[in-house]
């Protein structure tokens, strides 16, 4: 009976524990097969996004709070002005204020994909860096070279910046192909006499959930609250980085400086981003043979003088045999 007494305690003790790991699995499994669509932005999360998310948070508050003792405003651990101005900024802050705003630029640029703030994708990056290691440490104790984990420790950091680097790419591809139609009907909801800022609406409801219609909602809720018409399309550029809004942007600002109709700027500027597109296309189209030069030769070339050579190489070898 005295030996049955530490086994009853035991299970007696690992019932809370059980029940615990329990609901928190449970819970982790539910929202993994949600796909996150409860999140600010409303879109479908990927599966590594939707398996970070419980560790996510935690890393990226630790990330604000470093942000905040260098004097560095964030959405989990703001900076109040007096603080900010008692505060001495810390050797390095510069640095880190500048790969802040770079990496807040380049989620603006992608159209803040899940709603992430810079610490948000810096947490999911650690999140990366620390499974490949893991997983790579594990594959290299099994295979019993670095090499491998050498090779998951590369996938892991580079993973994050690859995924934001496309999904920018997809967004200013498809904001290239809906400029042009959207500039004509600017052009001609201006030209019939609605108000610019009523025409940009307009094109919001056309347009519905494109990335243009989102930047362009922006920047008439900008103006709305009494944001300068300027600033605000100054600001959309900024956000798209893209050569085309940029030279669009600064047409209508200077038209505008300068009491130049706004409809025959606009008719202007879609040509000319009709002629951009097509000038890309034929440059794509250019590079085709060149990017298709090294498939040719490290994989099709050798298979085909193979099978070419394979016989006569069969028949060599018997007559020497002989």
């Not at 099994?142 to 090499?147: I, K, P, Q, W």
Request: with cysteine; charged share 20%; aromatic share 10%.
């Amino acid at each position: 009976m005295s030996e049955m007494k530490p086994l009853l305690i035991s299970l007696i003790a690992a019932i809370p524990i059980v029940i615990v790991v329990w609901v928190l699995v449970d819970t982790y499994v539910r929202f993994v097969r949600s796909g996150g669509e409860h999140t600010a932005s409303g879109e479908r999360m990927p599966l590594l996004f939707r398996f970070s998310m419980p560790y996510l948070k935690g890393f990226s508050r630790i990330i604000a709070g470093h942000l905040r003792a260098r004097g560095i405003a964030s959405r989990y651990e703001a900076v109040l002005p007096w603080e900010a101005a008692k505060e001495e900024k810390p050797q390095g802050a510069y640095l880190l204020r500048w790969l802040y705003n770079k990496t807040r630029d380049r989620l603006l640029a992608a159209g803040s994909p899940h709603g992430f703030e810079p610490e948000d994708y810096w947490g999911f990056t650690i999140f990366c860096i620390v499974l490949f290691g893991l997983m790579g440490a594990l594959m290299g104790l099994m295979t019993g070279t670095v090499y491998v984990f050498l090779g998951f420790a590369a996938a892991g950091i580079l993973l994050p910046f690859t995924y934001l680097s496309d999904m920018i790419r997809r967004r200013q591809t498809r904001v290239r192909k809906e400029l042009p139609f959207a500039l004509d009907l600017l052009t001609l909801s201006v030209e019939a006499g609605m108000d610019f800022t009523a025409a940009l609406a307009n094109i919001v409801e056309r347009l519905k959930k494109s990335p243009l219609a989102q930047e362009f909602d922006q920047a008439v809720k900008e103006i709305n609250i009494g944001k300068q018409r300027s600033d605000a399309l100054r600001d959309m550029a900024g956000r798209l980085a893209m050569t085309e809004v940029n030279t669009v942007v600064s047409s209508l600002i200077q038209a505008d400086q300068l009491g130049t109709g706004l409809g025959t700027v606009l008719r202007i500027q879609a040509e000319d981003v009709r002629i951009r597109r097509f000038q890309s296309a034929e440059k794509r189209a250019s590079e085709v043979p060149v990017k298709m030069l090294f498939p040719l030769v490290a994989f099709i070339f050798p298979v085909t003088f193979l099978m070419i050579a394979a016989p006569l190489l069969i028949e060599l070898v018997k007559i020497l045999l002989r």
